[in-house]
C-alpha cells in the first residue's frame, strides 16, 4: 500500500543551523509530494510540493526535491531561523477526483535563539 | 479568496455523549472536502471525504459519521463519544479542476477531549 515514513522527531537546531527531515515513501505509480507545516494551535499549512521526479519545491528558504530512485522527498534549509518551529508532515497525494493524502508522522521542530 | 471555518477551537466531553463537528467553505463551489484526525504522536489519518452534497466515502471504520447537506458544509458527528476519539480534527478542502487537484487547504482545527 502506499506509505510515508518520516525521521523521528523532535529535532532541535539552533538558529542559522542546516535543516534536513527525512521522507520516503512507498507508492504505486507516481504520486505527487508534499510537505506541510503546522505552526503551533494551527491547522496545516502546504509549504512546497512536487508532481513528479525530479521536481524542485521550494517556499519560504526550504526546498525538497522529488527523487525516484530511492523514493524519497527530503527536507531541507540553508539556515533556519527561531520561527521555522513547527511540526512538519511529508505527504504523498493518492489520486484523482478527491485528493486523498497519506501522511507521514510528523517531525517536531524547535530552533532555539 | 477562498476560505475555511472549523467550529468549536475546543471541545472537552464526556464518554458516551453526542459530538457535531463543523466545517463550511467559502469562495469556491464545489470543492471536494475532507475530515482527517491527528492523534496524541501521530500523523493525521483521513476519516471521510467527500466530492459532492449527500456523497461521503469513509476511509477507515469507526465510531463516526460525516454528511454533506450543502455544497460548503461538511458534518462530523457521533452518537456516543469514545475515550479513543480524542484528538485533533481537521477539516480540508481542495478543488478538481481540468484534470488537475489543488493542494489542501486546512481549517485551523477542532481538539477535543474525550473525558
Known amino acids: 500500500g502506499n506509505s510515508v515514513t518520516q525521521m523521528e522527531g523532535p529535532v532541535t537546531l539552533s538558529e542559522e543551523a542546516f535543516l534536513t527531515i527525512n521522507c520516503t515513501y512507498t507508492?504505486?505509480?507516481?504520486?505527487?509530494l508534499f510537505w506541510y507545516v503546522q505552526y503551533p494551535g494551527e491547522g496545516l499549512q502546504l509549504l512546497l510540493k512536487?508532481?513528479?521526479?525530479?521536481d524542485k519545491g521550494s517556499n519560504k528558504g526550504f526546498e525538497a526535491t522529488y527523487r525516484k530512485e530511492t523514493t524519497s522527498f527530503h527536507l531541507e534549509k540553508g539556515s533556519v531561523q527561531v520561527s521555522d518551529s513547527a511540526v512538519y508532515f511529508c505527504?504523498?497525494?493518492?489520486?484523482?477526483?478527491?485528493?486523498?493524502?497519506?501522511f507521514g508522522q510528523g517531525t517536531r521542530l524547535t530552533i532555539n535563539p | 479568496s477562498q476560505t475555511i471555518h472549523q467550529w468549536p477551537a475546543t471541545l472537552v466531553q464526556p464518554v458516551g455523549s453526542p459530538l457535531s463537528l463543523e466545517c463550511t467553505v467559502e469562495g469556491t463551489s464545489n470543492p471536494n472536502l475532507y475530515w482527517y484526525r491527528q492523534a496524541a504522536g501521530r500523523g493525521l489519518q483521513l476519516l471521510f471525504y467527500s466530492v459532492g452534497i449527500g456523497q461521503i466515502s469513509s476511509e477507515v471504520p469507526q465510531n463516526l459519521s460525516a454528511s454533506r447537506p450543502q455544497d460548503r458544509q461538511f458534518i462530523l458527528s457521533s452518537k456516543k463519544l469514545l475515550l479513543s476519539d480524542s484528538g485533533f480534527y481537521l477539516c480540508a478542502w481542495s478543488v478538481f479542476t481540468a484534470g488537475v487537484n489543488s493542494p489542501l487547504h486546512f481549517g485551523n482545527g477542532t481538539r477535543l477531549t474525550v473525558t
Open positions: 507508492a504505486t505509480g507516481y504520486p505527487s
Open positions: 505527504a504523498l497525494s493518492r489520486i484523482q477526483g478527491a485528493q486523498k493524502l497519506v
Open positions: 512536487a508532481t513528479k521526479a525530479d
